[in-house]
């Protein structure tokens, strides 16, 4: 995951309105966007988006 939270962070902010996709839809727009060089585990993927969200500004209030 060290490299993919960056990766989630950079997504996130080049392209916000990806920003409610869930770790399934992530996972072949991160290969297809060449951030990732294969297919990543949703798993690690889940655990990434759960980190960049809870630091990314407003996040709390866009969800409320």
Do not use: N
């Amino acid at each position: 995951m060290s490299s993919l939270l960056p990766a989630v962070r950079e997504l996130y902010s080049r392209r916000p309105e990806v920003f409610y996709l869930q770790p399934w839809e992530l996972q072949s727009l991160l290969w297809s966007l060449g951030y990732t060089e294969d297919l990543v585990d949703e798993g690690e993927i889940s655990a990434a988006v759960e980190v960049a969200r809870e630091d990314w500004p407003g996040f709390a209030w866009a969800a409320a």
